[in-house]
Each structure stands twice: as structure tokens, then as C-alpha cells.
């Protein structure tokens, strides 16, 4: 199974669990510790599809650079073979629309199948067409935006302007995240990884707007404690500038291990601000909860890359 799970880069299958969580969570307000509603559970297991088949697709549209880059991948290395990862693939991207449409069925609402669809043609155009243009970063930030939206729409989609602002912030954070690992493989050019950098900074600036835009009072927590706006913009800027300062060191020494990790870190740290999100919306349970997921990552991030 190692091959299979190195193919759908299994670590980083629970930032697509943590997405969609957090959409739903902060639409829906929750704030009790309950086992969430099927409504939840379907939009988080198209993502987690959705997802796994683009990692898979992706690979097997990169089978002949990866002979030459990334000989130790498993399409080159001959672990799996090209026709059974196609297959797959193939029947993951169908099972993620399947589970949207369910989604879209069960809430009376036709956009989740919208944002399934949506996010299935933006996978396959990513992988086949758009990943080594100047599109493919925004592609790609496409699929983060449409995984938070599906989320959010299993709850009834945003119900407030400032909601908008965090799909539209982390699909930027993503398309950053793109564009800096762009020439991971060898020596990356500095000007992309300054530009992925600083348009992490954006996204993750328009995120934040979710809390300080609105001009809202203190974040309740469970139990009746009040969170000052301002120590919740001090935890997010701690998270930032751990981001950005390994994003810094790749741009220092541009070598794949500097650019490997910062790329890894900045996807890993997805799981992080999700939690922080939450936590403004939902009280500090379900922050944790989502914050949990690093557990998943980390654990299998001894048995795979994530990158």
C-alpha cells in the first residue's frame, strides 16, 4: 500500500478533511461538541476524494518529468502501473462529484454539486493543462477556495460578507504556496518564490479580515471567557511569521531541501489556521479538534512526503 499512499500524498489528505470542516463548522456557528450532521461528513468526504484524485492525476500526467526529476516516484519506479493509477484516479474524481451531488441532494440546494463540479474540472485542468502556464497557481488556489465552499455550503453557504473573505484568503494562500514550489525539483528561481511569498501574505491578510474587519467585540469562548480581538490577531501573526520566515530561507538559499521544506511547512500549517479560524467562530472545542489533524500529518509524514 505504501505506493498507493505516497500517490494520493497521504499526510496531506488532512488539510482536505480540515477545510471543509472549518467551512461548515464556521457557517453553522457551532459551538457544542456534537458529532456533526451528514450534511458535514459528505462535503468533507468529496474534498478528501476530489483531492486524492488530483494527487494521483497529477502524477500520472507527470510520469515522464518524473523519469527524469523524481525517478523515485512510484509511476517511474514501476510500483504501480500507469493504466491501475489512471483507473483510480479516474473513479476518485467520479466518487468526490457523487458525494457533492448527495450533498446537494440532502440540502435541497444545487451549488454543492455546483462547487463539486466545479472543483472536478478545476483538478483535471489543473493536472492536464494549466500546471506549467501561469494559470496553474490560480487554478489550484481555485480548488482550496471551492473546498472551503463546499464546506460552507453543507451549512447553507456564507451567511455573512465577511465569510467570504476566508475562502477567498486561503485560495490565495494556496495559489502562493504553488507558485513558490513551482521549481522545487532543482534550483528555484528567486523572483517566483518572492512572489509566492508575498502572495501567501496576502491571502493570509484577507483571511484575517474575517476577525477584524467586521469591528466585532471579543471572541467568546466556551464557558464564558472573553478572547480579545487583539490576542486572536497575535496568534494569527505568530502563525504568519513562522510561515514566512521559512518561505524567507528558501529565498536566501534557493536549494530543493530550503524550498521542500518551506513548501511542506506552509501546507502543514494550512491544518494550523484553520483551528485559528474556528476558533474565532466556534470557541476553542472544535479549534482543537481541527488542530488534531496535525497529528495525521505528522504521523505519516514519517512514512511519506508531502511534497
Not at 508575498?198 to 464557558?223: K, N, Q
Not at 538559499?253 to 491544518?271: C, E, H, K, L, Y
Request: glycine letters at 10%; hydrophobic letters at 55%; a positive charge.
Amino acid at each position: 500500500m505504501l505506493p498507493w499512499l505516497r500517490l494520493v500524498r497521504l499526510p496531506n489528505l488532512a488539510t482536505a478533511v480540515a477545510d471543509p470542516l472549518a467551512g461548515f463548522l464556521i457557517v453553522s456557528q457551532a459551538r457544542q461538541l456534537d458529532w456533526p450532521p451528514p450534511a458535514g461528513w459528505l462535503a468533507v468526504g468529496a474534498v478528501v476524494l476530489l483531492y486524492a484524485a488530483g494527487m494521483v492525476l497529477n502524477d500520472v500526467c507527470d510520469v515522464e518529468l518524473d523519469r527524469r526529476e523524481r525517478p523515485e516516484r512510484p509511476l517511474p519506479r514501476g510500483d504501480v502501473s500507469l493504466g491501475a493509477a489512471v483507473t483510480v484516479g479516474g473513479l476518485l474524481l467520479a466518487g468526490g462529484v457523487a458525494l457533492a451531488a448527495g450533498l446537494a441532494w440532502l440540502v435541497s440546494s444545487p451549488w454543492p454539486a455546483v462547487f463539486g463540479i466545479a472543483l472536478a474540472v478545476a483538478v483535471w485542468l489543473y493536472d492536464r493543462h494549466a500546471k506549467a502556464t501561469p494559470l496553474g497557481p490560480v487554478v489550484m488556489g481555485g480548488c482550496r477556495s471551492a473546498a472551503w465552499l463546499l464546506g460552507m455550503m453543507a451549512a447553507g453557504g456564507p451567511a455573512t460578507s465577511e465569510q467570504w473573505l476566508i475562502p477567498s484568503g486561503m485560495g490565495l494562500y494556496v495559489m502562493g504556496i504553488t507558485l513558490y514550489a513551482r521549481d522545487e525539483a532543482g534550483r528555484s528561481r528567486r523572483p517566483l518564490l518572492v512572489a509566492g511569498t508575498l502572495i501567501m501574505l496576502l491571502g493570509l491578510v484577507i483571511a484575517a479580515g474575517f476577525v477584524w474587519l467586521p469591528d466585532r467585540g471579543p471572541i467568546e469562548l466556551v464557558g464564558g471567557p472573553l478572547m480579545p480581538v487583539s490576542n486572536w490577531l497575535l496568534l494569527w501573526a505568530l502563525i504568519v511569521t513562522s510561515i514566512l520566515y521559512r518561505a524567507a530561507m528558501g529565498v536566501a538559499d534557493p536549494t530543493p531541501g530550503r524550498v521542500r521544506f518551506a513548501v511542506g511547512n506552509a501546507i502543514m500549517s494550512i491544518i494550523t489556521l484553520d483551528a485559528i479560524l474556528v476558533l474565532a467562530a466556534c470557541g476553542e472545542r472544535w479549534a482543537i479538534v481541527v488542530l488534531c489533524l496535525l497529528a495525521w500529518f505528522l504521523f505519516f509524514k514519517r512514512l511519506v512526503p508531502p511534497t
